[in-house]
């Protein structure tokens, strides 16, 4: 059980698209959902927080107009990296908890972005 | 000061070998301690919750000083295959993850 999964697994675009990615819980429902970045050799780095039917809670530093989160329901949530960069190339990974109190989150496997 | 703090290594041993990471972390309101697997270029995957008490699941035994602010992990018997990152997660107010230890085990 607790399995997560994301779509695309890795993807390549050019410089000034935008690139959505989906974040599914697919055997429980996920009150909430994390977005992670990983730059190589570097520790995961919260990215945002996002409850079910609200707007997500972003980190300092992270501009939410660049990357728009929407948990729509309790087993999708999306990722769009818009207007994508070459320093935006990065492993993006998600995570859910079925719980509130989030006492443990389950990773999605990640998706490899590199914009050209 | 970071958050969550572990020695990067890489700690190189020879299969069969007991090996021991440790990582402290630096709010003293932290809730839940993890350690984590990450594999390259793979996620993380719980290895298991970290409880006051310690705990042991086979090969491998967490512990939690509260008092220091360290929790550690021991493996005892390495195989090959726990060949990985290893990362310490704690959750305070949101989830801090440490840079991750690697651990190479050698033949």
């Known amino acids: 059980g607790a399995v997560v999964s994301q779509h695309p697994s890795w993807v390549i675009c050019k410089s000034g698209t935008s690139v959505k990615i989906e974040c599914r819980s697919l055997?429980?429902?996920?009150?909430?959902m994390f977005w992670y970045r990983q730059f190589p050799k570097q520790s995961l780095m919260l990215m945002a927080t996002s409850n079910e039917g609200s707007k997500a809670t972003y980190e300092q530093g992270v501009e939410k107009d660049k990357f728009l989160i929407n948990h729509a329901s309790l087993t999708l949530s999306t990722l769009t990296v818009t207007s994508a960069h070459p320093e935006d190339s990065s492993f993006y990974i998600c995570?859910?908890?079925?719980?509130?109190?989030?006492?443990?989150?389950?990773f999605g496997p990640g998706t490899r972005l590199t914009v050209l | 000061r970071k958050e969550v703090e572990q020695d990067p290594g890489p700690f190189n041993v020879p299969e069969g070998a007991t090996v021991a990471f440790n990582c402290t972390y630096s709010?003293?309101?932290?809730?839940?301690f993890f350690w984590y697997r990450q594999d390259c270029r793979k996620e993380p995957k719980l290895l298991m919750s970290v409880y006051s008490s310690g705990n042991e699941d086979g090969r491998f035994t967490a512990q939690l000083n509260r008092a220091s602010q360290y929790i550690s992990l021991l493996i005892r018997d390495s195989k090959l295959s726990d060949s990985a990152t290893y990362l310490c997660?704690?959750?305070?107010?949101?989830?801090?993850f440490g840079s991750g230890t690697k651990l190479n085990v050698k033949p």
């Open positions: 997660v704690v959750r305070a107010n949101k989830f801090y």
């Open positions: 709010n003293s309101a932290s809730q839940s």
């Open positions: 995570s859910a908890s079925w719980d509130r109190a989030y006492n443990e989150q389950f």
């Open positions: 055997d429980f429902q996920a009150t909430t």
